[in-house]
Structure formats: structure tokens, C-alpha cells
């Protein structure tokens, strides 16, 4: 039988869906999971203020270009807005192309399908062989951007051991800010480093493997990375909003910081 | 323990059918193959239902169990509660030849399209030679059994008839992977991934990985794989510009 001629009546139950499990459980938890995390990240980009409380620098301000940044990383030049829309065009146009993420929001807020042997709920559907959806094979430049800025967190946790003193200077200290700044930094490289595109680089577009020892080495670890890539997903997606909001509210002066020495 | 099922199992062809309930008691230890089985044996001689091997290695029983695509002979009884109605119906992506056999010869006409393994030349003392480093990737894909499970669940073609020219596939991607990963393999297919194949049709709902009895990792070791060999290829600006350089 030729491809074309395939029947279009196929004969068989034409139901949405016989399943008869809550199907419907998982896209409803992504789609008000990643609602939240729109939601409050794009107002705590926008809102231009308590980002910073020495030594705590929230990650959606890390890395601060912008001159007038209440805690200056590279003071490129000044910026009139707040300088939060710099960077995090990296790290959402890394999560936005992720193939993991591509996955949750497709089902949940496309509906393409809403879940295994559901009905589909596009009744002409073309994937990613068209604008803007053809744009998602840039996603390995998005690890490139957001993997410089994985750096600039992990540089703002080591200064999270500098706090100030009372006489203008600095002195060596760990706070519970210091370990959260860890913790954040430590889930995003897992997510950055277990990412497909990064396993592809490492090793994965080769046929003979044997002849890299290095690049099998590396691809041999990502892959081991990339099967917990969905995990590392949401830990890192929750803990960095976790993070703005404990810097947040420290510098709001809601809760305090919890010293340890 | 014996348990009693009413079993809604799927009667008819392409001009029409229905739902029919066969009330059947399971024995322990059996799986749904089995009851299906007991019903033709019992109540329904003329039930046709594709089998083989009956130890999951076959690919021949694929059907619907409540709507979700698995094997009869692999879907033991005591999944279910005594007394639950179980829905049994063929799959859905492909004509529907009677009750619960359809056809996939849609299938076998993909993977004749797909371009064979070309070996590289000979080394000197005659011999190819291939390391276990690299054989232990492509590996995964030969346990695919050809129960056409992926091909059911994926909805680029079970929700859109019109895409079946243009769509391989995830079974045929899980076979262009083992052939384009090969360490002796020096056909270049991505040309064919992003035309013929449709690769780009996939948009990674992982429903296929889902589903394959086999446990093959269908989206993350072939397709999401292929698509990054296809972007080197068509879409990464740095790599165009190295082989432009580099006269590639």
C-alpha cells in the first residue's frame, strides 16, 4: 500500500479518548505550575527594586550590566529600565526551547496532544517545519548565553560569603542566603549541563566515540545527567523563584537572614 | 483466584462496527491475551486478533487497553479490579482490516525508503573494525520489536491523516538513529531526516517513549539526537560558516 493510499476512514472507535485515568492531571498541574512562575518572574523583573541585600543578589538580576544597578556586576552602561531584561532573555529562551520544556507546554497549553491517545486539539498541525517554531533549533545558542550566566551565579554565591561590617569594610561569613545561592546555582548548572543540546556537543553528534576518549568521557556524563533533565527542570525552575523571593524579602525587611558565623 | 472481567471488546471493519461486552472469568496468571483467547475459545470463534509469540518479542498483538496503546500479551490480568469492564480496541493510527487487526503496511512502506547502511572502505589488513564504546549506543535501538506502539501514539499521524505522506515516524527514526550512530555507517542522512523522514514534524511530546513495550528511549537516544545532527546541518549559522571556511 502506497502512503497515499492510506484510508482516510480508518474504521475503529473514532472517541477522543478511551482512557479512562486522569489524563488530564499532569498538563492541569504544568499549566498552573509554569503560570506561577511566569506570573511572578515577570513581575519581579519589572519591578526594578529589592534584588539586592549585601551580600544576596537575586538571580534574575545576575549578571547587573547596567551602571545603575543597586549591586553593579559589569557596568557596561546605563539603563534606563530595569536591568533584569538584559539577561533573562538567556535563560527563558533556554527553557522556552528545551526539549523537555517543548514537551510540558505543547501538551498543556497546546494541547498538541494533551496527553498520550488524546485527542489532539489542532485539527491541521505542521510541528516545528515553520516560523516561528522552526526557531526552536536555536536552542543550543540559548545554552551558550544562559551557560555564561550560570557562571555569573556561581561567582555571586562566592560573594555571598562577604558580608559587610560596620565600619565599611568585609568580612569572611555564611548565611542561610549564602547556602540558598549555592543551592540555586548548583541546580542550574545541573539543568544547563544535563541539557540534550549540551550532550550533543559533548560527544553525541560523533559516530565513533572510541576515537575521543575526552568527548566520550563527557558525553558518558551528560548522558547519565540528561536522564534526570524533567527533575532538574522543575528543582531549578522553583528553586530560582524561591531565591528571588528570600532576597526579596529579607530586603523588604520581612524575614531576616539566619547567620551562622 | 479466578476474578470475573466484562471485557468491551471492538467488533467490525471499515464500514462500521461497535462495542461489544463478553462477561469472562480470568484465571490467575493470565494476561489479557489470554482472556481474549478464552472469548474466541468460548463466546466469540470468529474474533480476529493478531498474535504470535505471546512472550512480548513478537510485535503482533499491539492493541488498546482503556484507550492506552500496549500488548495484549504482555497486560497481565491483576492490573485490573475484579469486576472492572476493560475496553479493548485495535489501534488507531492504521486501517482497520477486522475487530481488532489492522493494517500497518504503512509501516514497511516507510522503512523502504530509508537510506541502507553504506560501510566505509576496508582498513588495510582487510577488516572493519568496530569498538564496543561505540556499538553500545546503537544497541538499544535493535530491541525494538516492530509492535508499531510508537507509531499508534504519536499524534502527527493517529490525529492527522494528511501528515502520513510527509512523517516517517518514531519506529523509523528509531531505525535511521541505528544506522546513522553506526561506527562503519558513512551515509549521510540528514538531508533525508529533515525531508523525506519529517523529522521536524516531532515536537518531543515523548507519548512513543511512553509507550514502547521495550523501553527504548526513543525521543531522548534518537529522535532529539537527529534533530541536533539535522540543526548542525541546516540551522547552526557557526557550523555553516566553519564548512564555508573550511571549503566542507
Not at chain 1, 472517541?15 to 506570573?39: C, H, N, Q
Not at chain 1, 535563560?91 to 514537551?103: E, I, Q, S, V
Amino acid at each position: 500500500m502506497s502512503d497515499q493510499a492510506v484510508a482516510v476512514n480508518r474504521g475503529g472507535p473514532t472517541d477522543k479518548t478511551l482512557r479512562i485515568d486522569a489524563w488530564w492531571v499532569e498538563p492541569a498541574v504544568t499549566v498552573g505550575m509554569l503560570s506561577t512562575f511566569l506570573i511572578y518572574t515577570t513581575w519581579a523583573a519589572l519591578v526594578n527594586e529589592h534584588y539586592y541585600v549585601a551580600p544576596y543578589l537575586s538571580p534574575f538580576y545576575s549578571p547587573c550590566l547596567s551602571t545603575s544597578c543597586a549591586h553593579v556586576t559589569l557596568g557596561l552602561f546605563d539603563w534606563p529600565l530595569s536591568p533584569a531584561i538584559l539577561i533573562l532573555w538567556a535563560p527563558a529562551g533556554f527553557r522556552l526551547t528545551c526539549y523537555y520544556y517543548r514537551k510540558a507546554y505543547y501538551r498543556s497549553f497546546w494541547m498538541s496532544p494533551p496527553a498520550c491517545a488524546v485527542r489532539d486539539g489542532h485539527a491541521q498541525y505542521s510541528g516545528e517545519t515553520r516560523f516561528p517554531l522552526l526557531m526552536q533549533n536555536l536552542h543550543r545558542y540559548f545554552f551558550y548565553a544562559a551557560t555564561l550566566v550560570v557562571l555569573f551565579l556561581w561567582w555571586d554565591a562566592l560573594l555571598a560569603f562577604r558580608f559587610p561590617t560596620t565600619d565599611g569594610g568585609s568580612e569572611f561569613g555564611l548565611g542561610l542566603g549564602t547556602l540558598v545561592l549555592i543551592a540555586n546555582a548548583a541546580f542550574l548548572s545541573l539543568y544547563s549541563f544535563s541539557c540534550h543540546s549540551c550532550r550533543h556537543l559533548c560527544g553525541g553528534g560523533l559516530d565513533v566515540l572510541s576515537q575521543s576518549p575526552l568527548r566520550l568521557k563527557l558525553w558518558r556524563q551528560v548522558s547519565r545527567l540528561n536522564e534526570n533533565h524533567m527533575l532538574f527542570a522543575w528543582i531549578s525552575l522553583v528553586g530560582v523563584m524561591l531565591t528571588d523571593v528570600y532576597v526579596r524579602f529579607i530586603s523588604m525587611g520581612y524575614i531576616s537572614d539566619v547567620r551562622f558565623f | 483466584m479466578a476474578s470475573e472481567f466484562t471485557m468491551r471488546v471492538w467488533r467490525g471493519d471499515l464500514s462500521g462496527g461497535e462495542f461489544k461486552d463478553y462477561r469472562v472469568e480470568a484465571q490467575e496468571g493470565m494476561v489479557v491475551l489470554d482472556v481474549i483467547h478464552t472469548i474466541q475459545a468460548t463466546q466469540a470463534p470468529d474474533l480476529a486478533v493478531r498474535w504470535n509469540c505471546k512472550a512480548g518479542k513478537c510485535g503482533s498483538c499491539s492493541a488498546e487497553i482503556n484507550g492506552k496503546p500496549r500488548l495484549l500479551c504482555m497486560t497481565r490480568m491483576n492490573l485490573f479490579e475484579p469486576g472492572e469492564t476493560i475496553t479493548i480496541s485495535p489501534i488507531k493510527t492504521f486501517p482497520l482490516l477486522r475487530d481488532l487487526v489492522t493494517d500497518v503496511s504503512f509501516n514497511y512502506e516507510k522503512a523502504k525508503k530509508i537510506p541502507a547502511l553504506k560501510l566505509k572502505a576496508k582498513e588495510a589488513d582487510g577488516t572493519r573494525r568496530m569498538y564496543q564504546d561505540d556499538v553500545d549506543r546503537v544497541q538499544e535501538f535493535h530491541k525494538c520489536i516492530e509492535c508499531f506502539l510508537c507509531q499508534d501514539v504519536c499524534h502527527v499521524i493517529r490525529d492527522h491523516e494528511d501528515n502520513k505522506p510527509e512523517f516517517a515516524g518514531p519506529r523509523s527514526f528509531v531505525r535511521l538513529a541505528s544506522l546513522e550512530m553506526h561506527p562503519l555507517d558513512e551515509e549521510d542522512r540528514r538531508e533525508f531526516l529533515k525531508g523525506d523522514a519529517g523529522l521536524g514534524y516531532c515536537n518531543i511530546t515523548k507519548c512513543c517513549t511512553e509507550v514502547c513495550p521495550e523501553g527504548i528511549h526513543i525521543t531522548d537516544n534518537a529522535i532529539i539526537p537527529l534533530k541536533e545532527r539535522v540543526v548542525d546541518a541546516y540551522y547552526d549559522p557557526v557550523v555553516w560558516l566553519m564548512n564555508k571556511l573550511t571549503g566542507k
